[in-house]
């Protein structure tokens, strides 16, 4: 076994390899490297030992970065950045067949032998995702668990949520070129790149009527399953936690027996939420007819909350409610689609009547830290790939009301100090 490292021991590797390179730098009057301005390091043609001195540098970097991100992460960004097979660890349950407490581990012929698989293949793809601390080689012929495919055999929830991250989103995001080739503006739904591949896996013509990946999911079982998995893990954690949504607007100052809509409100949670908080209020919840159907029917018997199966694409129905709201819908929707949205309430819109939008802001390139980023701008990309939508920049909402009438007035957004998602309110000027 390699000796387990540290972080103060890969720390000084990187601190004396770094000061071997840079010495060599200054000593021959070598501009330092750049990644901004084109005056990045060619390595290649460097003495052979600063080149070593190189290499462990990008080692020992990546070793900590390993380190530091945990076994969690690692199977996260494994999932879909890796040079590696993830699509088939995942289909033939691997990380499930190797045993989960022995450091033997299981030889490559008996896994072949569970598997039905051909022992080269197999050794091919473990050995390149071992590169990336996923399974690990205890002795020649045999592979076990590292601590990451040991989390992935033993949570079955996370096993979901990197199906969901292989076979559907990271899937979908390959194709957004061919999806782009077709329809370059890419702007419906049924035209991403998830609707491109599943109609192009199913042998529909070019000129077939597509399904939307949310009709996708209506069909397939296993993939609505890990999906909502993803969703219910999602739900979870407290940056979308509905604490914010009724802690974080000033319910209290609407009068009292204000109605409150929740477009594509799904089971209510959101205006339980609230209404528990605002007695004063009033709620209805509208979504699509299959979603109203399996609504808890105990809410509206406790709660002044009523249920209507509406789609938001439709002209609204309940007009003069004081406040239209759409939590975390927006980033499903292309911009057309969210115009034509805004569009449908203009009718039942009253003076003053309110739209609030509660949903993610995407920061400027540089706004958070760059490994946070990197994996909004990856959301953002599934969003595309799934829908032909995406996480919104600030300044885009403001152009969707701007779209949709001139009537409505901005009112801006507004973060909420520990919420993943924002308040994006405009005023109905009449
Ligand atoms: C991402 S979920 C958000 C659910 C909920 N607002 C929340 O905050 O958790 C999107 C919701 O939009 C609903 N939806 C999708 N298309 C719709 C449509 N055309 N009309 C109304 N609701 C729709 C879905 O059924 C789902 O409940």
């Not at 590797?13 to 990644?35: D, G, M, V």
């Not at 013509?205 to 999911?217: D, H, V």
């Not at 949205?341 to 039942?348: D, G, N, S, Y």
């Amino acid at each position: 076994m390699a000796t387990p490292t540290t972080f103060d021991g890969l720390a000084a590797t990187i601190s004396k390899n770094a000061a071997i390179a840079a010495e060599y730098l200054r000593q021959n009057n070598l501009p330092t490297p750049s990644l901004l301005r084109g005056e990045a390091l060619d390595t290649s043609s460097l003495p052979a030992e600063i080149q070593a001195a190189c290499l462990s540098l990008q080692s020992a970097s990546l070793e900590l970065h390993e380190l530091i991100q945990g076994p969690r992460a690692i199977l996260m960004n494994f999932s879909t950045n890796a040079k590696a097979d993830a699509a088939s660890i995942f289909q033939f349950a691997l990380p499930q067949r190797v045993p989960l407490d022995s450091a033997e581990g299981i030889t490559y012929a008996e896994l072949a032998q569970q598997t039905g698989l051909g022992q080269s293949a197999l050794e091919t793809i473990l050995r390149a995702a071992i590169m990336y601390r996923v399974f690990c080689e205890p002795s020649q012929g045999r592979v076990a668990h590292s601590a990451a495919s040991r989390l992935w055999a033993a949570d079955s929830v996370l096993n979901d949520v990197l199906g969901l991250k292989i076979l559907d989103n990271g899937l979908h995001v390959q194709f957004i070129a061919q999806a782009l080739e077709r329809h370059p503006q890419a702007d419906e739904p049924a035209n991403s790149a998830a609707s491109v591949l599943h109609a192009a896996l199913e042998g529909k013509g070019e000129k077939e009527q597509r399904a939307t990946w949310f009709e996708i999911l209506e069909r397939e079982p296993a993939r609505s399953g890990r999906a909502r998995t993803a969703m219910n893990m999602m739900d979870k954690r407290d940056g979308v936690s509905l604490r914010y949504l009724a802690d974080g607007y000033d319910w209290a100052s609407l009068p009292k027996d204000s109605l409150v809509v929740d477009l594509g409100g799904g089971h209510g949670d959101a205006v339980v939420a609230i209404a528990n908080r605002f007695p004063h209020l009033k709620f209805q919840v509208q979504d699509l007819p299959q979603t109203i159907a399996t609504a808890p029917e105990s809410i509206s018997q406790t709660l002044p909350v009523e249920f209507l199966a509406h789609s938001f694409l439709d002209p609204q129905p309940t007009k003069d409610a004081q406040v239209y709201l759409f939590r975390w819908v927006f980033h499903n929707w292309p911009d057309k689609y969210c115009v034509r949205i805004l569009k449908t309430l203009v009718p039942a819109l009253r003076k003053g009547a309110r739209v609030l939008i509660m949903d993610s802001v995407m920061p400027p390139v540089g706004g958070v830290p760059r490994m946070l980023e990197r994996e909004k701008r990856y959301m953002d990309l599934v969003m595309l790939a799934n829908f032909n939508a995406r996480d919104r920049p600030a300044e885009a909402y403001e152009s969707l009301f701007t779209q949709a009438d001139e009537r409505f007035e901005f009112l801006g957004i507004k973060s909420v100090e520990g919420s993943e998602l924002c308040f994006i309110e405009a005023s109905w000027k009449g």
